[in-house]
């Protein structure tokens, strides 16, 4: 029994130390790219852009969605917004490089607060809000309790609505006590290494995804034990989040503009988008045939329109829209990808 228990503990100790190190050359190879500011007793890391001309576009602040990182919205955006906007990538509190703060974080309303504290700390009065995802929830409460911040939002793939079912197993086996810090600090790495190539395929179905997308956007970086058990209460917190504070989006006087896809597996899309479109008044929804879960690069084009519209430009949305639906359609962008689908319930 002795000797059983001794080679248990050898085995966890190898295992503790074995992800301790894939952690460590994780972050080597992902090494922090933004700044990390203090927004009032924690700091937050953002990557701050300024046009190097004048601006014909108002400053822009990007959230990214659950599992993510600044580096996804900035992969996305930054080759087409260039030199037109004051640009602002942020990681969410405990994720990517910034440090997670208090509990109040692990809401969206409280990761809103603490990026209109980033904001002020980089001199940005009002912006547009584009969220991608979970992301979409966190603009919503930006603009719902930060009005005169908020100069417009623009809500890609939102999960911002009750849906019915819970979350994958892995959020809930993470959020358990002490199980959940054994298995985020063992066994995460090794078993999520082997499956981003796989899950980022997921993501994008059914378009297709970009070949440099994990290179330039570093998704390993929530296998990192904390980020991990962060992402995890976040998306295992939003669920009741939403139920509470969904019916109060009518109170969203914010231009707003909603892009979504009807092959998006990730989050349903009936629910979430179409709820939003039905409680903001005046909001656009842009409902786009073949688009799956992340308009922010497979209709890049559409989002940009959006923000354009939403500084004063005259753009005819449906029309872009109708034309990214056509190429996506002429593209042949719906490919046959072999992949085990995340649940709906799982907003990513």
Do not use: C
Not at 172 to 191: C, Q, S
């Amino acid at each position: 029994m002795f000797l059983a228990v001794l080679i248990l503990a050898v085995l966890v100790l190898a295992a503790f130390g074995h992800s301790q190190w894939q952690a460590h050359r994780i972050a080597t190879r992902f090494p922090n790219s933004g700044e990390l500011v203090d927004v009032g007793g924690f700091r937050m890391n953002s990557v701050h852009i300024r046009p190097s001309g004048t601006a014909d576009l108002p400053a822009v602040v990007f959230i990214h969605g659950a599992g993510g990182n600044l580096r996804d919205q900035l992969h996305a955006f930054l080759p087409a917004l260039d030199g037109r906007a004051e640009m602002l990538f942020v990681d969410r509190p405990g994720h990517g490089y910034s440090e997670r703060g208090g509990p109040a974080n692990a809401r969206p309303d409280g990761q809103a607060d603490a990026i209109v504290r980033l904001m002020d700390k980089r001199g940005i009065s009002r912006a547009i809000i584009v969220g991608h995802s979970f992301g979409a929830a966190i603009a919503a409460s930006l603009a719902l309790h930060h009005p005169e911040r908020t100069e417009g939002v623009v809500l890609l793939a939102p999960a911002t609505h009750p849906w019915p079912g819970g979350v994958d197993w892995h959020i809930t086996f993470a959020t358990l006590p002490f199980v959940g810090w054994f298995f985020a600090n063992t066994a995460v790495i090794p078993l999520g290494l082997g499956r981003i190539d796989r899950v980022t395929q997921t993501i994008f179905w059914p378009n297709p995804r970009p070949t440099d997308y994990i290179a330039n956007t570093a998704p390993h970086l929530v296998l990192r034990p904390a980020t991990f058990l962060n992402n995890a209460v976040d998306v295992a917190n939003l669920h009741a989040y939403v139920t509470q504070m969904s019916p109060r989006y009518a109170e969203i006087s914010a231009p707003t503009v909603i892009i979504t896809g009807d092959q998006d597996g990730i989050v349903l899309a009936d629910i979430h988008s179409r709820g939003l479109a039905a409680s903001i008044k005046g909001s656009e929804l842009l409902w786009i045939s073949n688009l799956g879960h992340k308009p922010d690069y497979v209709v890049t084009d559409l989002v940009v329109a959006a923000i354009e519209k939403i500084s004063g430009k005259p753009r005819d949305l449906q029309e872009v829209a109708r034309r990214a639906e056509a190429r996506l359609t002429n593209n042949s962008a719906i490919t046959e990808i072999a992949y085990t689908p995340v649940r709906p319930s799982e907003p990513i």
